[in-house]
């Protein structure tokens, strides 16, 4: 086997977060930023897996017979049993995955800090089911969960709308390149949301949710055909609504920036990660004033599209 390499972009959730867990529409956007994973054969029948931060520095590496994968040794530690997880569901999804008479030296390198929450792992997911020629909606299924709009962004260079119906993945192709986009900033809230304790919360306090999804599902069409600003502002304001009466949250703007002169969103898991900040006056000097260094112009961190 020759080697190879893939690359899966990073994922941002303008719209439908919680939701789209249950069949709302949903509005995500690919990021400049996401992962690759380089395969090197060698003659050990080994895995060599070493991962790199954004800096080229390694933060995981591990080294591990082929056959059987994890029987063999004891996982050093959570990230090792996760690896091993994936690696085994694959070859369940594909039995001729990793036969060969060798074995490989692995690189995943990560080209955003991982506590970024842009998708460490579902780019991770995304690659290993390209290299293992199985769906990569099945992998995640199978070992992360949740709704894989995010196994959607890492696939697709454009905007999208995503939906599950009946469990299945719907993923339509958009035109969202807003003409108030110099508007729109992306800010770091210094802390890493752990989705699936998110979801945990989401699932005990949804109840009645029907109304809710045909009101999402019609401010994520209005958000992506949305022509001013003050329409988008209004359309963050309906959505934190619904959101925050669902999961008993208040939203991030009344938390944190009850004094901020535009509007906030909270993308995917409320309480970490990014939130994207409306104004019309770079917002830099605020957010720094709070303690939030990083915040970035929506063209720096949305992958660019040819419409």
């Known amino acids: 086997m020759k080697n190879e390499s893939y690359y899966s972009n990073g994922k941002l959730l303008i719209s439908g ?3 789209v867990l249950d ?3 949903s509005l995500a956007i690919p990021t400049k930023y996401g992962q690759s994973l380089s395969i090197e054969t060698i003659t050990d029948q080994k895995i060599i897996w070493n991962s790199l931060d954004e800096t080229g520095n390694s933060w995981f590496e591990d080294e591990f017979l082929i056959e059987p994968i994890a029987s063999s040794v004891t996982p050093r530690n959570d990230i090792s049993k996760r690896l091993f997880q994936i690696l085994n569901i694959a070859k369940q999804l594909n039995p001729d995955f990793l036969n060969t008479n060798g074995g490989f030296k692995i690189t995943t390198s990560l080209t955003f800090p991982k506590n970024w929450g842009l998708g460490t792992s579902s780019t991770l997911i995304n690659n290993i089911a390209l290299w293992a020629r199985i769906d990569a909606y099945m992998l995640l299924e199978k070992t992360f969960g949740g709704s894989g709009y995010d196994i959607a962004c890492a696939q697709h260079n454009h905007p999208i709308c995503y939906q599950l119906e009946n469990g299945k993945p719907l993923v339509e192709i958009v035109e969202f390149n807003p003409s108030f986009k110099e508007h729109l900033y992306f800010v770091y809230l210094n802390k890493k949301q752990n989705s699936r304790d998110g979801i945990s919360k989401y699932k005990e306090n949804r109840k009645s949710i029907k109304s ?5 599902n019609k401010i994520t069409t209005q958000m992506v055909s ?3 600003l003050e329409d988008f502002d209004s359309l963050i304001l309906k959505h934190e609504h619904i959101i925050s009466n669902i999961i008993k949250h208040q939203p991030v703007k009344t938390v944190l920036f009850d004094d901020f002169n535009g ?3 909270s993308l995917g898991a409320w309480g970490g990660d990014f939130v994207m900040a409306t104004c019309k006056t770079n917002p830099t000097a605020y957010f720094k004033g709070k303690g939030f260094e990083t915040v970035i112009p929506y063209d720096d ?7």
């Open 212 to 216: 809710s999804i045909i009101d999402i």
């Open 301 to 307: 961190l949305v992958l660019k599209h040819i419409p």
């Open 263 to 265: 509007h906030i969103k």
């Open 23 to 25: 069949g709302a529409i």
């Open 226 to 228: 949305c022509k001013s």
């Open 17 to 19: 977060e919680y939701l």
